[in-house]
């Protein structure tokens, strides 16, 4: 039986090695059981899916630890578009997506993940830890990837999911020289647009005098145009029987609040390439360099109108509520037990007025437009070079390798005020603005609302597409910068000690050093028009009116909807993206003209000043440098009890880092200096693996690991970021934040029915300490008279926040114009409790192809399939109290308790236990493939149930996503050895991403109607 078993490992280390890329330090005894191993194993050529499949599984079998692997199934070919796409095959993977695109990746229901390019760190555009941003490399650059779940000692920490690597094609890993071109049209359907995608590589390798030179080049370029429809429909202000307003009920309920619509569109253009070199002058010595470049621009062309001032006294009173609906709010963790909330009334629909209200009031829900472009252009770069030396009993391997990442964050948002003709006029000193009748209905699970034309002072469509009738509110122009980079050098030795000792195969043991630096510059102005006292006689839009056109009318188009707003005037998005200085150029020269009319008529005595140049934030400023050596000893192990061959390693990891925060020193808004604090920690972190073959065929693991990750860099920051909104929180650094620890526990069961097929059930448990988490500080809002929000408006925020001087439209959150405000702060810090995890993974593949003779045809058939139950412990004693919107919650559930004073709970205010962000409970994927006669079929359904996010939104209580699936599918086929065409769809249920307020099924509080994306294309193999 232990030669049998033997002969199996053999085999599959053979087979991994010849379909799949090698990685890159392989151990001694690998590389001599390689050599003998295709001395005596005869390798077949199998094409297609099966291939990709037993290549995966051959390597996955083989691994001491537990990872997932995924094999492209051609040069340059993988089933999907970007990275995140591409992972969301992967038992225990989530992603979450942006307009359609996978844009986020949980692994085991967090994002706090590590992603790696052939075992080389690589740096994320943002401030966050995970790397590379999974939608800035497509999927035609990868060869295969491994998610690691169970780290060794040697694994690079940093990681609370698993490490992502990434692997490329290596050159003297080829049997033959490799040319393949592949050229795509991707068409999406709300974004009505078709973009091409190529990609291309070429490989080869050569014998020289000098010795075997091995080379692929990888090149990419792809365009792709998105989107999403976005209507928001707040519902987070109460109504109390008792309160005196004109529409107030017998009972108490949530009063309409914000509508928003939003039609979200991204554009990409990315250029990739990766090259490796590898140079082996004699066979136990080999050169590489490695080199992966990356260029996107990711532009944001969105368009907004939404109905602001809808939560002034006036608009509240004559708002006529036509419907309602019960809300059971559900239950949330309190800090002394179950907090059950019960029931609500919250409004379904009804109109919103527009008037002069008993008190000589405007009743103004007004219309507000708004031009959202931004753009994020990264140039990132990961570049390594090394060496594989294999002596006698010795591997050595040394690499110094530099990833980088700068990202510029050019933008320019517009909004504009609509000045309803038909309606009261605005009143200098006392409006900027006025109303329009709308009609809103949330029924049906459908977030609606539009334009009351036929009421009284209803505006036409005319009217709403007519220039003079907008006038200038705000322009905000940004240039921000945030360059990240890591250096590292790492050498490792595999010593083979498996003649000397019956147990251990091999000692590792290596040194890493690394340096990380990050970089933020927040370069940014706002002009706003939104003072009745000082700009009531702001520029309309028919002074320029060469930049104005109209907003997208196809708002329907996503599910049909009976209300929305189908004509409004924004500035020109597409033209604010590609030519900015035409647009702000445009609009200083209409301020200008503006100043000279209204000067001459009498109505100011000095001009509005013209837009600024953007400026930089000296407040934002912050310069980190983290400076890390890392130790590691691992012994792998190999051995038999009784029959049973037993694998694996244990191993220590030691890292030590000191961190240095730079920031500006800020007295009376001045600069005074730089604001340096230091940093050091270092960590112990114990590593075991073990792999078992119990029975033929079935293989048993174990692993046990400890890991750290680190905190974002702007929450390293010593500097204060403040955002030109008054409804914007605050984000302060915290320098003394330390890592989160995890220390896990995997026990898994592997059945290998084939060389394709398996089915495996496994189990995991987290414990997680000094987890991150975000606290905020929201200032008092008193009701004023008027039933205005009246907020502290002078420093230093006695009644909670922090002064934001930078606030120039104090809004709906205080009625006397002017410039700062207190508003909501917000941090970081380390939950003192410690949370767990514990999970299910449940997978299972099997093709029919080993029954051609008794199926024929239907032979070709095949499913992949898994399943993924986690959930969290009840571990953190940290609560979140829901006082936000005026503690508007509290007020309509009569909770008055706020330090559990009384012994019932049914008074408590409401606090919700923190919880862990991104977890879905239940998520499965099932693919049903064909593979036959030169087609490929392919079908994929995911589902994930729903999670929560860190969007603070409504009562300052976390957003809820609802469970959603999606359904995928790709055919191709072979027309002869060189050409295959394909067809590819995307999302083509377009099943929405819809969010909900306090519990899952609770308030519905926001919809994405996404895209859907059909992609045709031919590949060429030379």
Request: charged share 20%; net charge negative; glycine share 8%.
């Amino acid at each position: 039986m232990s030669t049998l078993n033997t002969k199996k490992l053999q085999l599959a280390i053979a087979v991994s090695s010849a379909i799949a890329c090698s990685p890159l330090n392989a151990s001694a005894q690998e590389v001599r059981s390689e050599e003998n191993t295709q001395q005596d194993t005869e390798v077949i050529e199998v094409r297609g899916i099966k291939s990709a499949l037993a290549s995966a599984l051959a390597e996955k079998r083989s691994a001491d630890s537990i990872k997932e692997v995924i094999q492209a199934e051609d040069i340059g070919k993988l089933p999907d578009q970007n990275l995140a796409e591409v992972l969301e095959n992967v038992t225990g993977v989530q992603i979450d997506r942006t307009a359609g695109v996978g844009t986020g990746v949980q692994i085991r229901g967090t994002n706090a993940n590590r992603v790696e390019i052939n075992g080389v760190s690589t740096v994320g555009s943002g401030n966050g830890r995970s790397g590379i941003s999974f939608d800035d490399l497509p999927a035609a650059l990868i060869s295969s990837l491994e998610v690691i779940k169970v780290p060794s000692a040697e694994t690079i920490e940093g990681s609370v999911g698993g490490t992502i690597n990434l692997r490329t094609l290596r050159g003297l890993s080829l049997d033959e020289r490799v040319l393949s071109v592949r050229a795509q049209a991707e068409n999406s359907d709300l974004a009505d647009a078709t973009s091409p995608r190529f990609s291309a590589t070429f490989g080869d390798n050569v014998d020289t005098k000098f010795g075997r030179v091995g080379v692929v080049l990888t090149g990419s370029y792809a365009e792709q145009q998105v989107a999403s429809f976005d209507p928001r429909f707040d519902r987070d202000r109460e109504v109390l029987p008792d309160s005196g307003r004109a529409s107030a009920e017998s009972f108490p309920f949530l009063r309409t609040q914000f509508l928003d619509q939003v039609i979200s569109r991204y554009e990409y253009e990315t250029k990739n390439f990766t090259g490796s070199v590898e140079f082996e002058p004699v066979d136990n010595l080999k050169f590489y360099f490695d080199a992966t470049i990356n260029r996107q621009e990711r532009a944001q062309k969105s368009s907004r109108a939404f109905i602001s001032g809808t939560g002034g006294s006036a608009v509240v009173d004559n708002t006529n509520n036509t419907a309602f609906e019960t809300i059971d709010l559900g239950t949330i963790d309190g800090p002394n037990g179950p907090l059950v909330l019960g029931e609500v009334q919250a409004v379904l629909s009804g109109t919103l007025g527009v008037g002069v209200d008993s008190n000589n009031n405007n009743i103004d829900p007004n219309l507000r437009t708004s031009s959202i472009t931004g753009s994020r252009v990264t140039d990132s770069d990961v570049f390594a070079t090394g060496f594989d030396l294999m002596l006698d009993r010795l591997a050595l391997s040394g690499e110094v390798s530099y990833s980088s990442s700068d990202s510029t964050f050019p933008r320019l948002n517009t909004t504009l005020d609509f000045i309803n003709p038909h309606g009261p006029q605005p009143s200098e000193g006392l409006s900027i603005d006025n109303g329009v009748p709308i009609e809103f209905d949330a029924s049906g699970r459908v977030l609606q609302f539009g334009i009351a034309h036929d009421a009284e002072f209803g505006p036409s469509s005319t009217d709403l597409l007519t220039p003079s009738n907008y006038a200038l509110q705000n322009v905000g122009v940004g240039r921000s910068t945030q360059e990240n980079s890591e250096t590292a050098f790492r050498i490792d030795g595999d010593y083979d000690i498996s003649d000397l000792n019956p147990y251990f195969s091999g000692i590792k043991a290596g040194v890493r050093w690394n340096k990380n630096k990050a970089e933020s510059n927040d370069i940014n102005t706002a002009s706003n028009f939104s003072n009745p006292n000082l700009a009531f006689f702001r520029p309309t839009a028919d002074l320029f009116a060469d930049v104005v056109s109209a907003g997208p009318s196809n708002f329907n188009d996503a599910d049909g909807r009976r209300l929305y707003i189908a004509d409004y005037l924004t500035v020109n998005r597409d033209l604010s993206f590609s030519n900015p200085d035409q647009v702000l150029d445009t609009i200083n020269a209409a301020i200008v003209e503006n100043n000279a009319i209204q000067i001459a008529n009498g109505n100011i005595t000095e001009g509005y000043p013209t837009l600024s140049e953007p400026e930089l934030q000296l407040d934002s400023f912050f310069d980190i440098e983290e400076e890390t050596t890392a130790l590691y000893l691992q012994g792998d192990f190999y051995f038999y009890v009784k029959d049973i061959p037993i694998r694996g390693n244990v191993g220590l990891r030691y890292v030590d880092t000191e961190i240095t925060s730079v920031g500006n020193n800020i007295e009376n808004g001045e600069v005074t200096g730089l604001r340096e604090e230091k940093a050091s920690y270092d960590y112990y972190l114990p590593r075991f693996s073990l792999a078992a073959e119990v029975v033929d065929d079935v293989v048993i693991r174990a692993g046990i690991a400890k890991d750290i990750r680190r905190p974002n860099f702007n929450n390293l920051s010593t500097s204060i970021n403040f955002p030109g909104g008054a409804g914007s929180a605050v984000n302060v650094g915290n320098p003394a934040l330390t890592p989160e620890e995890v220390l896990s526990y995997d026990l898994s069961a592997e059945y290998y029915f084939s060389d394709s097929s398996f089915v495996s059930v496994g189990f995991f448990h987290k414990e997680r300490t000094d987890i991150f988490a975000a606290v905020r500080d929201n200032p008092e809002e008193p009701i004023g008279d008027n039933g205005q929000i009246e907020r502290d408006i002078t420093p230093p925020c006695e009644g909670g926040g922090i002064w934001n001087p930078t606030v120039t439209d104090r809004n709906v959150w205080s009625s006397v114009p002017g410039t700062g405000i207190c508003v909501p702060l917000q941090t970081t810090i380390n939950l003192p409790n410690e949370e767990t995890q514990t999970g299910v993974e449940i997978a299972f593949q099997h093709d029919l192809s080993d029954y051609e003779d008794e199926l024929g045809w239907a032979s070709g058939f095949g499913v992949i399939a898994n399943y993924t139950y986690q959930e969290a412990g009840a571990g953190i004693e940290t609560f979140r109290a829901a006082t936000g919107d005026g503690n508007a919650l509290n007020k309509l559930l009569g909770r008055t308790d706020a330090n559990q004073s009384t012994a019932t709970l049914a008074d408590d205010i409401v606090e919700e236990r923190i919880e862990l962000e991104d977890l879905s409970q239940n998520a499965y994927n099932i693919t049903v493939f064909y593979d036959k006669y030169d087609l490929s079929v392919r079908a994929r359904y995911t589902w994930r149930s729903a999670f929560k996010t860190g969007d603070l939104i409504s009562f300052d209580m976390p957003r809820i996503v609802d469970d959603r699936a999606q359904l995928n599918m790709s055919v191709s086929y072979d027309i002869n050895d060189t050409f295959t065409v394909g067809l590819e769809g995307i999302n083509l249920l377009r099943e929405d991403r819809t969010q909900w307020c306090v519990n899952e099924g609770a308030l519905l509080c926001e919809q994405g109607l996404t895209d859907r994306r059909i992609i045709m294309g031919v590949t060429a193999k030379l």
